[in-house]
């Protein structure tokens, strides 16, 4: 695809470049027999099958996943949005909310549910916290642990 593109931007600057003449129609016929050599060039291969092994992986296309980079990734999250979350408390006036989120397994960004651990809290307060944290979380599940 390259070469196409090489080929025929090459004959666009000759066809700039080139002079009127007596010569300037062969010249032409000369390109145009290259142009169609480049386009055509490709084509056995195309038919054998072997074209399209230039794009596949040696595992037969399967794409791997870096773990590592995953796993990253995910932790990065996760601390992001349990900061953002005791920050979003606290700017309401809750600093010392305790809470654990537990996260979809599946989907690193997906939070499943909030669980505050403070059980001194009067209803006013949990009604309080709780649509604090759900605004921040979304649908995810919100709940007051009981001990």
Do not use: C
Not at 43 to 54: E, S, V
Not at 70 to 87: A, N, P
Not at 111 to 122: A, E, G, P, Q, W
């Amino acid at each position: 695809m390259i070469g196409i593109v090489g080929v025929v931007s090459l004959g666009v600057l000759i066809e700039i470049v080139l002079p009127e003449g007596e010569n300037t129609k062969y010249i032409r016929g000369i390109f145009s027999i290259i142009v169609i050599f480049v386009i055509v060039a490709p084509l056995p291969k195309m038919m054998k099958g072997d074209f399209f092994k230039d794009f596949v992986t040696d595992d037969g296309g399967n794409i791997q996943i870096d773990e590592d980079y995953y796993q990253s990734l995910k932790d990065s999250i996760h601390k992001s949005v349990t900061e953002g979350l005791q920050e979003k408390l606290s700017s309401n006036g809750y600093d010392n909310i305790i809470f654990e989120i537990t996260f979809d397994e599946d989907y690193a960004y997906t939070i499943r549910k909030v669980v505050v651990k403070n059980s001194d809290l009067t209803d006013d307060e949990w009604k309080k916290i709780r649509s604090i944290i759900t605004e921040y979380v979304g649908r995810a599940t919100v709940e007051k642990e009981d001990t």
